[in-house]
Each structure stands twice: as structure tokens, then as C-alpha cells.
């Protein structure tokens, strides 16, 4: 399996809106005075035009008024790719739940033989949030999981059976709460990994992510908790459709980092960082968030 690809789905938001239901675990989310729906549009726009004209296929799902899903913006919480298989997941808020119904057809469409649907979950409370409470190795087969209220143990055990891979758990928390996704405070690139260990206060859940990601063959790139609150953590390597190995961070991530963390990430990619300062904001999600990588066959 490819750890990259050059084909993401994006959906485009019709009433983005700061989510009531899931700011109870998601300290990232913030209210702000005036509209936001509008500007949310014109930031997803320009993100779409800058992935397109640096080598990316971008299918876009334009978002319906109703029923309402204030957070469909973040496709990559629903679902994911996996060559002949696409995956379901369990959401915590029940008004996420709606967005895959408006997903299904443009997936199906894409020919996968084989649907792991772990939807049914929602119905006894336990919730696992796609490529938020899943950081992917698809290369060496690791799946790393910061557990919270969205990313339940056992599910993630289910999941890592079902796909083969093994499963990495461990508990991070940023100002006294959990870290609600574990796309947050890390990143699996080609080569490469991005971590805020800091996060991470048991001393064997720490020492042992660290070790897994260099037994792996990849260069640890530490990240602070303030870079992480900045979404340092929240980043995607895609290629271009001439092969060329691009990384997707929004542009406060990329203000955030220090000039030795840039060159080492760039040793590994070209850095595009969309301005997405609403989005962030208010929905408490960043540039990875908002991309559902295509892996078909």
C-alpha cells in the first residue's frame, strides 16, 4: 500500500457553522462574532484551487442545507480508502452521523468491492472517528490512536483485525482535556513522522510511540503543544499527479513552526499552506481534516 495519493475527496460546505455537539470534547472549536458560513465557502475554495493547480484530482461534494451538518467540511472523520475497501465509522455527535448519506453515492461510485461498515456502534455509545482517531502508517501497517470519548479501544482493535494492521494506543491531553483526535498532535508522511510527544504524559505510552515511529524507518519531527494547538499536528502528504510529494498544512501551522523544523519537513516535500483561519476557528479541525484521501483500485 501506498502511504500517498494524488486523488482526495473535499466536501464543500452549505451551513458551516460552529457545532454545539461536538464542543464538548473539541477545545480547538471557538465562537466568533458575524457570519462565517460565506467566508467558510470562499476558504474552501481557494484550498480546492490550490490543491488542483499543484497536481491534485479533487472531487468535490457540494453539502446540502438539510438535513443540516455544520461539520461536513471534515469528510475524513466518516469514512476511508483502503485499495477494494471503504470503511464506515461510528460518529459521536449525532448530527455527523448525517454526512455519510450524503457521501454514499460519489463513494460507491468509485468501485470498491468490500465495505467494512462499523456505523452500528453509534447504537451502544462507542465511537471511532475515521483518519481523525486513525493516524495511518499504510506502509509499514501501524495504526496510531489517541484515545478519547471518539476513539474507543476496542474499536480500534476491531478496526486493525478487520484491515490488518497493528493497532498503537495511547492516552495525550492539552490543557487538562483529552486530545479528541488523534490527527491533532500527530502525522504519518512518506519517510517521515510528525509527533507533539509532549502531549503523551504516560513515560511508556511516550517512549513507546517513539520507538515504534523509528523502528518504522522514519525521522521523528517533534512538534511543541503550542505548535500543536496551532495544528502543527494536523498535516497530509499527497503527491502530484507527476509524482511530485507535496505537504498539505494550513498556513498558521506553517507561521507556527520554527526554519529547522521547515527544512527538515521540506527534505520530504513541498509545503502548500492553505489560509483557512475561520475553518480552524470555529470548527476546530484544519487542512488534514478537511481531505478523505482516495485509495482505489
Given at each position: ?80 480508502t ?61 495504526a ?18 478487520a ?25 504519518i ?10 502531549a ?92 478523505a ?5
Amino acid at each position: 500500500m501506498k502511504q500517498t495519493t494524488d486523488h482526495v475527496l473535499m466536501v464543500r460546505p452549505e451551513r458551516f457553522a460552529f457545532n454545539e455537539e461536538t464542543a464538548e470534547n473539541n477545545a480547538f472549536q471557538n465562537k466568533i462574532e458575524g457570519e462565517v458560513a460565506q467566508r467558510a465557502i470562499e476558504e474552501f475554495d481557494s484550498y480546492v484551487s490550490m490543491l488542483r493547480s499543484n497536481g491534485i484530482t479533487v472531487d468535490v461534494v457540494q453539502d446540502t442545507a438539510e438535513p443540516a451538518t455544520p461539520d461536513s467540511i471534515f469528510p475524513n472523520n466518516c469514512i476511508s480508502t483502503h485499495g477494494d475497501t471503504l470503511v464506515l465509522y461510528p460518529m459521536f455527535a449525532p448530527n455527523r452521523r448525517r454526512e455519510r448519506a450524503k457521501l454514499l453515492d460519489t463513494l460507491l461510485g468509485y468501485g470498491f468491492e468490500r465495505i467494512v461498515d462499523m456505523t452500528p456502534m453509534e447504537d451502544v455509545g462507542r465511537f471511532l472517528e475515521g483518519t481523525g482517531s486513525l493516524v495511518l502508517d499504510r506502509k509499514n501497517l501501524i495504526a496510531y490512536a489517541c484515545l478519547s470519548p471518539r476513539t474507543d479501544a476496542e474499536l480500534v482493535e476491531q478496526w486493525a483485525d478487520a484491515m490488518g494492521y497493528t493497532p498503537v494506543m495511547f492516552e495525550a491531553a492539552a490543557g487538562g482535556m483529552p486530545i479528541y483526535h488523534t490527527n491533532v498532535m500527530m502525522h504519518i508522511g512518506e519517510g517521515y513522522a510528525v509527533a507533539c510527544l509532549d502531549a503523551v504524559a504516560d513515560e511508556n505510552q511516550r517512549q513507546t510511540l517513539s520507538e515504534t515511529i523509528n523502528r518504522s524507518g522514519l525521522e521523528l519531527i517533534s512538534i511543541t503543544t503550542e505548535q500543536m494547538n496551532q495544528f502543527c499536528g494536523n498535516m497530509l502528504q499527497l503527491h502530484s499527479a507527476s509524482g511530485e510529494d507535496l505537504l498539505i498544512m494550513s498556513r498558521s501551522a506553517l507561521l507556527s513552526l520554527s526554519r529547522l523544523q521547515i527544512e527538515s519537513l521540506e527534505k520530504y516535500a513541498r509545503i502548500l499552506a492553505p489560509e483557512i483561519p475561520i475553518i480552524e476557528t470555529v470548527g476546530g479541525g484544519s487542512a488534514r481534516c478537511m481531505i478523505a484521501e482516495i485509495f482505489n483500485n
